[in-house]
């Protein structure tokens, strides 16, 4: 079918709210609990832990599990999706290569050459493909490591955070007294017309220019 394209139309820009969004943080900072208060979320709890705590979550062992679980989730009533760990499942769909051909690393699977490599990140790229061109909300949720120089660090690799951050809204921290503040945004949205958890989060920003505009700076 050859696609058609409508007639001219004044432009009206919006801010859409966030699709996919990035929460990073240490073990036990609130992530799993933070994107739970999203909407009609499922888990796709690698570890098993968000099932232990009472949320609908599957654990996903293979590829073909993720898609699955993704393919079905609206059909079922959900509107979110969590990726709870983003490094969980970067583990899973490795694992399944190196078993796949009997190889002790990415490098010699597939017949070497960097066959392995490309057919891992071809994997990781379907999936979060398939998550951006689904109607589900996302949540991607990623761990990270306290450091003395730069404070909290992500721990994925950099080139996977590269696909996810290219397929995301909104990039948030959540340090180790539960506070969510946003670090990166698309948009400058007003908080008070996204939804929850989104709508209470911390906006370093504008706290600073509120502080200078009491003290008449």
């Known amino acids: 079918m050859t696609i058609k394209v409508s007639k001219f139309q004044e432009i009206k820009l919006r801010k859409p709210a966030p699709k996919g969004v990035a929460v990073y943080g240490e073990p036990m900072a609130g992530k799993t609990t933070f994107a739970g208060k999203s909407d009609k979320p499922l888990f796709l709890s ?55 051909y009997n ?63 290219g397929y995301s809204d909104a990039l948030i921290e959540i340090n180790n007294k539960h506070e969510a503040k946003w670090k990166k945004k698309r948009y400058d949205w007003d908080d008070k017309t996204l939804p929850a958890p989104l709508n209470n989060i911390i906006d370093p920003a504008k706290a600073k220019a509120a502080k200078l505009a009491e003290l008449g700076l």
């Open 103 to 165: 190889a002790d690393n990415l490098k010699t699977a597939n017949g070497g050459y960097g066959a392995g490599y490309s057919e891992f990140n071809n994997n990781f790229t379907e999936i979060v493909n398939l998550l951006s061109r689904s109607e589900l909300n996302v949540y991607y949720l990623l761990r990270a490591r306290q450091t003395e120089d730069e404070g909290l660090v992500i721990v994925l690799k950099e080139k996977l955070f590269s696909i996810i951050g």
């Open 46 to 100: 690698f570890d098993g832990n968000a099932k232990l705590a009472g949320y609908n979550a599957v654990t996903p062992t293979n590829k073909s599990d993720v898609i699955s679980v993704i393919e079905q989730a609206e059909e079922y009533g959900y509107k979110t999706i969590v990726m709870d760990t983003v490094e969980d499942m970067a583990q899973l769909l490795e694992t399944e290569i190196l078993e796949k």
